[in-house]
């Protein structure tokens, strides 16, 4: 047999298969998780939905999960969208198979998807997945964009899929809906035009006056917004990522999704869970007031620390990071790697955790 087996696509060889390090360690604060399980009521809620399809499994589930788009339309129209029809929603194992379907439809060789760094590890995979060309400019020293530089990167590069994340992940920043309309203005200024993706996997958690970009969906044809289960609310575990945009890109992703790939477990899931936004979404103001708690403590200990719109905080500078984050792991907290050099993320936790966190860390530095 020679070396080069197994026949792996010559750019993936020798490279680790994506995720952060899962650790067994009491406080775990590094993959942006709701610390908060949901609740006994939704839990037993699912449980019961679950059980009810687990009669029908010898069928395979709704390809086109019909009521689940309703839900989540419904659910849309009341979290900062408006007029978001059914046609208008689609949903996947996650908004990374949302992301990496929008790829397959719009990306591909001899196109280009671009995004700003510092930001989302996962988006080149999709596009060296996809055997889309990776393009990433810069964001300026406080982690906002320089919106005529991003749009002249724009009309340089000509992408077909931008990708936004807002708030951006691991920075915590959040977008304005003028860089929003800009940059989509400008992906539908050339031939044949690219779709703007902006990723709200934290948009529960923006402060008070930054609006999601779900009420832009009106106004931009190109524009996407992608958002999760798996943060404010509380179901990382189930894998239920969706998206609203227009129809027409709903239409286009259809033709290469996998056919039944939400499973009706996942669809069971994801319904019951909506009949219990409320209560599930309930503790995303008491994240929002721990992590602002965190950011003013971790400026009070003189770390420079990014303004956060997401349920997470980038702070630093260490000149040896790893350390820092070995240090806190010796002592039970977990916390990512993750950003520009010298920057580490803290996920927030229950206040317990976060007291946990602090005490590591003052103990580590
Ligand atoms: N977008 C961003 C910015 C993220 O940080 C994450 C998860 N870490 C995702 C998308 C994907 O999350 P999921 O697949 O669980 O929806």
Redesign the pocket.
Known sequence: MSGAFPPLREELRGIEPYGAPQLDVPVQLN??ENPYGPSPEAAADIARAVGEAAVSLNRYPDREFVALRAALATYLNSSGGSAIVPEMVWAA???????LQLLQAFGGPGRVALSFAPT?S?YPEYARDTLTEWVAGHRAEDFSLDLDAAGDLVLEKQPSVVLL?SP??PTGTALPPEAVSMLCEAAASYEPGGVVVV?E??GEFRRAGTPSALELLAVHRNLVV?R????AFAL?GA???YLAADPAICDAIRVVRLPYHLSAVTQATALAALRHAPELLGRVDDLRVERDATVVWLREQGFEVADSDANFVLFGRFADRHAVWRGLVDRGVLIRETGPDGWLRVSIGTAGEMAAFRQALLETV
């Open positions: 993959v942006n194992n996650g908004s990374n198979e949302v992301m989302y996962m994340p951006n992940n990723d996997a934290y992608t999760t289960m798996s943060k990382a894998r239920v990522g």
